[in-house]
Every structure is written in C-alpha cells, then in structure tokens.
C-alpha cells in the first residue's frame, strides 16, 4: 500500500535517490557511488560507496542488491511489478564493489527499476520471501532508522540505526501510529500526541488556522489521482457508450468543489498535470446530461414508458451496477453517494457497497466480481510505471483493459534512440490519446498533496518532491 511504501522509505537504502528539484536520480544520497551507462544504454554499471553495513554489523553489498533482482524477478515471489523487469537480461558483481546490470535492449526507465532497495540475504536466504516472519517484521535494515516493535492496527516503532550509511539521524526514535480515520489523526495533530499527518481537504482550514500546525499543500510531478473503475470484463461495460455516458453523468467540477473544496485539479490523463509527459490533447467527457442520455438511448436503454424518469431498462432487464469502494474513506464514501445521485439522473441505478479494504482489493484485482470501483494512483515520474495498470495482463491491471497500440506505444517510448525526451513525450502524448478515447475509466481528478506538520518539527524546505524527501534529517526544531 502507498503507506508501507511510505514508512519503507525510512528503513531502506536505494542506490540513489531523485533529486528534489530536477527530479534526476542521483548518487548523492545513495548508496551507490555513481553509475556509468555503456554499451548504448545496454548496461548499468554501480560502483557502491564503502563500508556500507546492515543494521546488525553484516556487511551491505553488491550481492545483496544481485540477490534483491533475483528474488524480484523470481515468479513465485509474485512481485507485482515483475513485468518492469523484462528488459534486465543478467545481473552480475564483476567484483566485490560493483553491480553490473545488462539489458536486452536499450530501455530509457532503466534507472528507475535499477534502484531497488534491497534485502538482506543473510537474513532471508532461500526462504519464501512471504513466509519469513522478517517480511512483516523486518529487523535488520539498512535505512536511517530500524523496526523496535509493530502492534497490528496501533502503531509500528523504530529507532536510530547507528549504522546508517549517511550518519546516525538526529532523531532516536520514530513512531508510526494508525489511527481509525482522517479525522482521528487530525485530532491527534492538534491535540500534539503526533507531530505529522496527512490532511484531508475538509480539514485544511481548521489545520491553517491551528496554532502550532503549519500546512502544506502543493501539486507534485508523482500526484496521486482518484477514479471510477470499470470492470471491462462485465459484458455490460464493454459497451463504450455505457462507460461515456457514466462518465459524462458525472458532474466532476461540483465534486472537487464539494468533496475536495478545490483542493484538486480535473484530470483526463494517466500522468500527473505535472509531468515532463503530460498532454491536453485527449479525448474529454464532461458533464453533458444530454449526451450521456443520447448515448444511453442508442444502446437501446429506455426510460419506462411514459416516463421522464427511472432506471432505464432493456429487453425487461433494468440498468443496475454495483460500485465498491473500501469503508472508512469519507472522501471515497462521498464520491459514491454523489456518484450514484448523477448517474440516477440519467437512469442508471447504482448501489454502493463499502466494505473493509483488504476483501474489497481482493474482489477488484482478484475475483473481479465487481462493475465499478473507486480507487487511486500515483503518478510515477516516470511515465512507464503506469503500465502495469494499462498494458494488456499488466500486474495492476484490474480492468481488464487491452489495446494491442497501447502495449505497443509503451514498448516504444521506452526504446527511443538516445531517450530524447522530446520523441518520447510524443509517444506518450498519443499513448495518453488512445486511453482516453477508449473510456477504461472515469479519470476524477489529482489531489493536491496536503499534509501538516507540528510547528515544533525541523522538516525539509519544499521542493518539487514536497518536504519529505530526506526524513532522516528532521529534528525537533531548538526551544526558543
């Protein structure tokens, strides 16, 4: 989930980080002394920086970021972005310093799955990377800080590792504590049991105005965007003028106003507005209840006979869809009440159906006994990441999509000649083009990044990546 990836940010040491301003990997904060690339982009070569160590003294290598690739690439890890890996054709250690990755072709993201965070070897060895309790209670590590303790739905701890590679962090001890909901960790934020939370737009305000809190908001390149799934696999939604007409149902303006209180931006895209690869250029649905009652009629859905309105009905059988969203999310709850009060207008019946998260993940990427879902993604900086969601049989593709020039353009944009960037943001503009036009889902919107930290807490300045980007360096701020 994008909190363990959050909190796994803290206890793992990539070869390199992006840069917060320019966004390009870089070795400074790695543990990677640099990288040469050879052979036309065919090879990585990392030249780790010295004395690098594990938590518990163990020397952190080359073969473990070797065993790290290996384990990844292995199918019965069921690592869902296995299929990133296809372009690495062997990863060596020439010698005890460096790691050396070759490709079967050039591939531009190379970098961005080259930098993996890597596992302990001595700890994990043969084992099935799932079964090991040290996958949910990892010890050792090789990030600024180290698991203590981790009490299911209260709280995980960690503290200082004194062997941190960039120098033991100023703070001793870290706590991670789960609250029930938005609103409970706020309530924590003001009443000062926590120095840090996520914000949700309803809160922003009251957070802006809290004395002692300061708030953040900004758009970053990795923006995360909410939307309405559609399971192209159900017959009925298979039907384009079904998916437009929804989409054009839907009024998206007055949701972000409402839901969000213009804390966000409409999206038509898969890229963040943000992006070097993002385009205007796409196909749009907007609010349009004569064109989604148009689209409706020549599926042939009718109204009841007589009738202005009702759920349409065809050949006897009335339009119904389930929309599933996971229990807890106010804002999710609202888009599905506010959802289904659209599409009624134009005749479609829709029932919400909350349930608790880890059975509704599994009925929308595993059973996929569902029409419609309400879920969100984050924007890699990086275009290509977005695959898994949108190339036929990707990992997280849990519509069902499939376009033979989608998967193609995707192939392309990663293997322009000398990566120009230019010609790569054209593929990706026409990529962006042909999702779009196809519908696979309601795009909602980008979410400003809001979050609010204690005035007492020394963070990073803001930047492009937002004030997080070197967590090991936040201290509490000196008493005055």
């Known amino acids: 989930t994008a909190s363990a990836a959050y909190i796994a940010t803290h206890y793992n040491a990539p070869l390199m980080r992006r840069h917060p301003e320019t966004l390009d990997w870089d070795p400074t904060y ?12 065919r090879t990585l070569r990392f030249t780790l920086k010295p004395g690098l160590q594990w938590s518990d003294g163990k020397p952190l290598t080359v073969h473990d970021y070797r065993y790290t690739y290996a384990r990844m690439s292995d199918p019965s890890t069921g690592y869902p972005y296995r299929d990133l890996f296809r372009s690495f054709e062997a ?29 302990p070897q001595h700890v994990f060895g043969d084992a099935p990377l799932d079964a090991h309790p040290a996958s949910t209670k990892p010890t050792v590590g090789s990030g600024a800080w180290i698991l203590s303790s981790w009490t299911r739905d209260q709280e995980a701890v960690f503290v200082a590792n004194d062997r941190f590679y960039l120098g033991r962090p100023p703070t001793d001890r870290l706590v991670f504590r789960l609250a029930r909901d938005a609103d409970a960790a706020f309530a924590l934020l003001r009443t000062g049991e926590i120095d840090h939370s996520v914000l949700q737009a309803s809160d922003w305000d009251e957070a802006a105005r809290t004395p002692g809190i300061r708030a953040v908001g900004y758009y970053p390149p990795t923006a ?3 939307y309405i799934g559609f ?17 054009h149902a839907i009024d998206r303006t007055r949701m972000v106003t409402t839901i969000r209180q213009g804390h966000a931006r409409l999206i038509d895209s898969i890229v963040a507005s943000a992006s070097w690869a993002s385009t205007s250029d796409v196909t749009r649905s907007p609010y349009d209840l004569a064109k989604a009652r148009q689209l409706l009629d020549e599926a042939g859905w009718r109204t009841p006979e007589g009738q202005q309105e009702g759920t349409r009905t065809r050949d006897g059988v009335p ?16 888009i599905a009440t506010m959802t289904r009060d659209f599409a009624r207008a134009v005749g479609i019946q829709i029932d919400c159906v909350a349930e608790e998260w880890a059975p509704f993940l599994n009925r929308v990427n595993g059973t996929h006994d569902v029409d419609l879902y309400i879920l969100g ?20 593709n849990a519509s069902g999509y499939t376009n033979t020039q989608v998967d193609a353009l995707f192939s392309q944009a990663t293997a322009v000649n000398g990566c120009r960037q230019d010609e790569r943001q054209r593929l990706y503009a026409e990529l962006q083009r042909k999702i ?4 696979p889902c309601i795009f909602l919107w980008e979410n400003e990044s809001l979050s609010a930290y204690a005035d007492r807490l020394n963070v990073n300045p803001l930047t492009r990546l937002g004030y997080d980007y070197r967590p090991w360096e936040w201290r509490p701020r000196p008493a005055p």
């Open 30 to 41: 790695g543990t990677a002394a640099g990288v040469v690339i050879g052979d036309q982009g």
């Open 91 to 119: 990863v060596t250690t020439p010698d005890d310093e460096t790691l050396e990755l070759t490709l079967r072709e050039p591939f531009c993201p190379a970098l961005d799955y080259a930098v993996l965070n890597p596992i």
């Open 224 to 226: 995360a965007w909410t």
């Open 231 to 247: 399971n192209l696999r159900r017959p009925l939604l298979s039907d384009i003028r079904i998916r437009r007409a929804l989409a």
């Open 319 to 334: 339009l119904v869809l389930r929309l599933h969203y996971n229990s807890g999310n106010r804002e999710r709850e609202q």
């Open 377 to 396: 993604w984050s924007s890699p900086v990086e275009p290509h990441g977005t695959s898994p969601i949108w190339m036929t049989g990707g990992g997280q």
């Open 436 to 439: 779009t036009a196809d519908v």
